[in-house]
């Protein structure tokens, strides 16, 4: 909401681009000191990092993936799968973008062949809403797609826990144990 409020304030448009909107958000806010005293992050001791290899395959000495943001406490320095994820996809209504949502996004979490881990049996799905557009249809479409490709992992399908004018909040649950907190937050006014 700082965000877009600022962007908004400042005149800022950002590209409608998922790893800038996400750096932007990044930089400017979340891991910055000063934003984060403001909105009470400074005395607790997390941190998030952008673009961090994920599951290293020995065999072909790769990763599986990259996630979009890791977020880590005191304790992954005494145990390094001590983390959370933040996977991040663009909506803006469409369905391609709603099947990226859940393939590209969901899919990395949950399946026969996860790219990434889940330590802690949470973890978040961050849909940045960059078009003027209904959410609620928005989740309706992706939560058919969803139920689509992970019929079979599913415990609980997305269901809707909060919704406000500037986000909704859903969570779902798989067979893996995995629990996905999703936020869609409406960003469009900040998008060019």
């Not at 940045?128 to 415990?155: C, G, N, Q, R």
């Amino acid at each position: 909401k700082l965000m877009v409020d600022d962007c908004s304030a400042k005149k800022i448009l950002l590209q409608n681009h998922e790893e800038k909107i996400r750096t932007h958000l990044l930089e400017n806010y979340l891991e910055n000191d000063e934003i984060r005293c403001k909105i009470g992050l400074s005395n607790i001791h997390i941190r998030f990092l952008a673009e961090v290899p994920e599951n290293y395959v020995s065999e072909t000495n790769t990763y599986a993936g990259r996630t979009d943001i890791r977020v880590v406490s005191s304790n992954w320095f005494s145990n390094s799968k001590d983390y959370y994820i933040v996977e991040c996809k663009r909506l803006d209504g469409t369905s391609s973008l709603n099947k990226k949502y859940v393939v590209d996004g969901i899919c990395r979490f949950v399946g026969d062949t996860p790219k990434y881990s889940s330590y802690n049996k949470k973890n978040i799905m961050l849909g940045f809403i960059v078009a003027d557009v209904d959410s609620m249809i928005i989740i309706s479409e992706i939560t058919k797609k969803h139920t689509k490709e992970l019929k079979e992992h599913i415990t609980s399908d997305l269901s809707l826990i909060e919704n406000n004018t500037t986000h909704q909040l859903c969570k779902s649950t798989y067979t893996n144990n995995l629990s996905l907190t999703h936020i869609f937050y409406n960003i469009s006014s900040a998008v060019s």
